[in-house]
């Protein structure tokens, strides 16, 4: 049988010769050269924010840290298109509609109004949630393990949650009997809430006084009934349009020289007297990993939701003064945040 011929050494074959250093020199530092060059610009990441620029920059900050930690620059291979809601939950429809004309890849939002105004916008685009207190209770995922659809993130352990704001308001000022709650009906989230701070004011033989603020405006009038509601103190539940305007939330109570519980820290730094939740800045970053994930290729639905049960308590010893308070030693071992 006739060997078959040798079709002779490939033109840039090397097995066989003795290359030269300047040779091997181009050779290898050719893929090198392309692996140094910036990504192109592949990734838009879209925000639908509840709040407005100013509240939610350091929450868009904590997010990009997440990013830069694996791996991003922006302006290299990402970029941001944020849209912001002022605190005006019927405006985020047209935002979430604008997000989904401008085609960007994912879609990061927080509040429940803008989850929900994202999913009627998108059913493609994949959405990851920052801040929420129960995607179950909210029916926005199927389930935490698998979600489906196209939304997936971080989620605060909602069982036990509100609670707490009415026993440690209790605890830092005891005579605190009849309780001002303002609360958002369009904010899905509050109907567990006020079950649970119900369940907790039996307990303690609290009276709640709900108040409904769904926009700014209706913040004075759910003050001016303090007076003739005879309450003396105060609870907030998390809202976007509290968090937007949490100075004149703080004014008011100051005004009506009420103890408060607050949901963010962010209101302790501002004036108010105690907070205790979930770090909204700890959340943003948290949600980075997701949106990596996605950006390279997995399925939002098939991503479990996370839940942290993360809970950061501060006060403000300034203001606890203004009230005539001392914060008990059982609440200030247990602050993250003390302000003095």
Known sequence: MPLPQDPGPPSNALVGHTASPLFLLVLFAAPLAADAQPPPMAARIGFLMGGSPSTSAPLIDAFQQGLRQLGYVEGRNFAVEARYAEGKSEALPGLAAELVRLKVDVIVVAAPQAIRAAKQATGTIPIVMAVLADPLESEFVASLARPGGNLT????????????????????????????????????????????????????????????????????????AVTKDRA???????????????????????????????????????????????????????????????????????????????????????????????????ILIRADQVIE
């Open 153 to 224: 993130g971080v989620s605060a352990l909602a069982e036990g949650y509100s609670a707490k704001w009415l026993e440690l308001l209790k605890e830092a000022a005891p005579r605190a009997s009849r309780v001002v709650v303002l609360s958002n009906p369009a904010n899905p989230s509050h109907a567990s809430f006020r079950r649970e701070t119900q369940a907790a004011a039996k307990l303690l033989k609290v009276t709640l006084l709900f108040r409904e603020v769904r926009d700014p405006n209706e913040l004075e009038g759910a003050f001016a």
């Open 232 to 330: 003396n103190a105060l609870v907030v539940f998390p809202d976007a349009v509290a968090f937007v305007h949490r100075t004149r939330i703080l004014d008011l109570a100051a005004k009506h020289r009420l103890p408060a519980m607050y949901p963010y820290r962010e209101f302790v730094d501002a004036g108010g007297l105690m907070a205790y939740g979930s770090s909204l800045a700890d959340m943003f970053r948290r949600a980075a990993p997701y949106v990596d994930k996605i950006l390279k290729g997995a399925k939002p639905g098939n991503l479990p939701v996370e839940q942290t049960a993360r809970f950061e308590l501060a006060i403000n010893m300034k203001t606890a003064k203004a009230l005539g308070l001392t914060f008990p030693p059982t």
